[in-house]
């Protein structure tokens, strides 16, 4: 039966009514119908989109290759939620994400297709002012305990102070290290990475320092160490703690002195350089043990950090994830928007022996396994279900899951941040009744005084 003209009044009514864009094609992609939202996000008139082929009015990162709207028509399967870039009629890149479905008549002929879409910039905003908030060079984290370490990171790394970090492995410690050769006067040095651990006894003299020709019986020329690459630059002693202690020795007279001699050499070579050593291991204990030299140990630790492992600052891992998430989909070319609430609960009761390493090794994996849009529990490693997990915790009295809240939490604070502490534009952006942010505010302890005075 063929619409009456009050079904297709009835029709537009609804259309217009709808706070997504809406638009329909036929077989050939040319657009049928744009509603008022579609107009509004794209900045482009009805009049001029009807009759024309939908790329030629979006301009989407994917229309040439991998459009969805002609998979969905050529294929039949339905698309939800994925996220892309168009661009509006001011030449602006608007981030939306976007739905599509098959539109067929009464017998199941296949009439064209339909497509919703959102804009999702208001939450882009957010989002970047979180990452602002909580990131600080390649470190994310919005602990209180690394935030006192951001706050005197960029005076540590103007000075010329050695730094020891420690902390247990994964948890971060090559990032700080990279961060204050970064931040320093040095930074257009070389910044040269010294493992420790992998180089043996016997030769970790001759690669740090360099020996000349005829020191030994294979030394048929002489040959710089690694030291003199990072001249002006930074050298990160990573796991200093498995040093030996017959080259502690060596290395003691390099802070010192600021010098060192060359295997074979009897001359000594001025070190321009800065250093920053980092263990897994607590060198007050091996200083203890007779392990590790104690003039060595106070000379490394003049500026001294101190990272926890990532169960003492799980309010951190859902904004890790989101971070791993969107490098693994620049990485492998996919559209994964996130964790199921499900995954996110298994990540924060989970203890991580391995830390931060180990949970940007879990999405890694999930992204292996993943094919849709969404991190489900069947795509984490095995032993992730069945491992001893700390007890659930809750942010808030009410029962709602940590990571819930301390999204919903960082929401707020940046939209009363970004309004100066007005509440009824801070509802408006996050779309709730002020009635309901006021119970939020009170639920976390939020006084909006605060941010009119910021």
């Not at 690669?207 to 030394?219: I, P, Q, R």
């Not at 991190?375 to 001893?388: V, W």
């Not at 929401?411 to 801070?426: S, V, W, Y």
Request: charged share 25%; hydrophobic share 35%; aromatic share 8%.
């Amino acid at each position: 039966m063929e619409p009456g003209s009050s079904d297709l009044r009835f029709f537009k009514v609804i259309l217009s009514s709808i706070a997504d864009g809406v638009f329909t094609v036929d077989s050939k992609r040319i657009i049928t119908s744009f509603n008022p939202a579609a107009e509004r996000i794209t900045g482009i008139a009805a009049s001029k989109a009807i009759g024309r082929r939908c790329y030629e009015v979006f301009h989407s990162d994917i229309c040439e290759h991998g459009c969805l709207l002609e998979r969905t028509l050529r294929t039949g399967v339905e698309s939800i939620d994925q996220p892309v870039n168009i661009i509006n009629s001011s030449g602006d890149t608007i981030p939306i994400s976007i739905s599509t479905a098959v539109l067929r008549d009464d017998d199941g002929k296949v009439l064209g297709a339909v497509e919703t879409f959102r804009d999702l910039s208001a939450i882009e905003h957010l989002r970047k002012e979180l990452w602002k908030n909580y990131s600080f060079e390649d470190i994310i984290s919005k602990s209180p305990i690394i935030h006192k370490l951001f706050s005197i990171l960029p005076d540590v790394a103007e000075s010329e102070s050695t730094v020891l970090i420690q902390g247990p492995s994964g948890s971060g410690k090559e990032l700080f290290a990279r961060a204050i050769h970064n931040l320093s006067p040095r930074k257009n040095g070389n910044y040269v990475v010294i493992n420790c651990g992998t180089l043996p006894p016997q030769l970790f003299e001759s690669e740090l320092f360099g020996y000349v020709k005829g020191a030994f019986t294979d030394a048929k020329k002489d040959k710089a160490g690694k030291l003199s690459l990072a001249e002006e630059g930074t050298v990160f002693f990573d796991e200093i703690g498995e040093l030996p202690l017959s080259t502690q020795v060596k290395l003691l007279r390099l802070l010192q002195q600021r010098e060192y001699e060359p295997v074979g050499s009897t001359g000594a070579v001025n070190a321009d350089i800065r250093i920053v050593a980092a263990t897994n291991k607590d060198l007050r204990e091996l200083v203890a043990q007779g392990k590790f030299r104690d003039d060595l140990y106070f000379r490394l630790a003049v500026v001294k950090f101190d990272l926890p492992p990532l169960t003492s600052r799980r309010e951190d891992i859902p904004y890790l994830v989101d971070h791993f998430i969107k490098r693994n989909n620049a990485r492998r070319g996919k559209n994964i928007v996130s964790v199921s609430p499900e995954v996110m609960n298994i990540l924060m009761r989970y203890d991580f022996p391995g830390n931060i390493r180990e949970l940007e090794n879990i999405i890694e994996y999930a992204f292996v396994i993943c094919r849709g849009s969404i991190i489900h529990p069947e795509h984490l490693p095995t032993e992730l279900n069945g491992a001893e997990q700390s007890p659930p915790a809750s942010a808030v009295s009410d029962g709602t899951p940590l990571f819930k809240a301390i999204d919903e939490q960082s929401r707020i604070e940046n939209a009363l941040r970004q309004f100066r502490g007005h509440q009824g534009k801070t509802a408006a952006a996050l779309g709730i009744e002020q009635t309901t942010l006021w119970r939020k505010l009170k639920r976390y302890n939020i006084d909006p005084q605060k941010y009119r005075e910021s």
